[in-house]
């Protein structure tokens, strides 16, 4: 009985070791971008990278990926905001998000983003369209939208220009989504396109026509 009470507390002991959290993106410095620029920034009384897309992009590949995250399984958790810029087109919704999962040339990533203005629009369709999940490449959201809405977008209500608090669980081919401490999941995601075995680096993410804002990034690998 001793003999078997001892290695229980091995296993714990080894999983609580594999599921130790860690901050990361505190500077410039912490990430790689893609197709965007990265500053420090204090917004809202936060100390926080500020990204843009730089120039026209191409694809939904606009992020800047953080140094040293190789993930697979675990949590990612962070205070993301996102705004539309003076400049941008009435289309725009100030789309922030996390990737993960990322390849280091951002050629493939699995991506949960928000659109902020979306969540206490007027109008319900564009709330219903708050949440997204896409998969790169292959899955930008106007497929997945048109061959299965409703899937893989979800309402949240969320205001642009304010800090919202997300979490992210994967295990293998499953993602979801938390937004602001919710008990409940605001976007569940069981198939994930690039498949159960992907993994690769987390990354920050927006959209165009945005200023984005990244803040306490923490991140806890399962394996």
């Known amino acids: 009985m001793i003999s078997r009470i001892l ?5 714990s002991t080894i999983f609580s070791l594999n599921l130790k959290a860690q901050n990361f ?12 620029t990265v500053k420090a920034a204090v917004f809202k009384g936060k100390n926080a990278l500020a ?20 993930f697979h399984n675990g949590i990612i958790e962070a ?13 725009a919704r100030g789309f922030v998000g996390i990737a993960f999962r990322a390849a280091l040339d951002a050629s493939k990533t699995e991506v ?31 497929k997945l939208r048109k061959e299965t809405p409703g899937k893989y977008e979800a309402y949240v209500d969320i205001l642009p220009a304010e800090w919202i608090k997300i979490k992210i669980v ?10 602001n401490g919710a008990a409940q999941p605001t976007l569940i995601v069981n198939d994930l396109k690039q498949g159960k075995n992907l993994r690769g680096s987390i990354g920050l993410w927006i ?3 945005t200023l984005g804002h990244f803040t306490d990034v923490k991140i806890t690998k399962e394996d």
């Open 7 to 11: 290695y229980v507390l091995f296993l």
């Open 25 to 36: 993106a505190k500077s410039p410095s912490d990430v790689v971008p893609f197709q965007v």
């Open 51 to 70: 990204l843009e897309i730089k120039g026209e992009a191409d694809g939904d590949n606009t992020l800047a990926i953080l140094k040293d995250t190789d």
């Open 79 to 91: 205070s993301i905001s996102g705004q539309t810029l003076a400049n941008a087109s009435e289309t």
């Open 112 to 142: 949960f983003y928000l659109r902020p203005t979306n969540g206490r629009a007027n109008d319900q369709l564009r709330r219903n369209h708050s949440s997204q999940y896409i998969s790169i490449p292959g899955y930008p959201w106007e």
């Open 170 to 179: 994967v295990k293998d081919e499953t993602a979801r989504l938390y937004v």
């Open 207 to 209: 959209g165009p026509g």
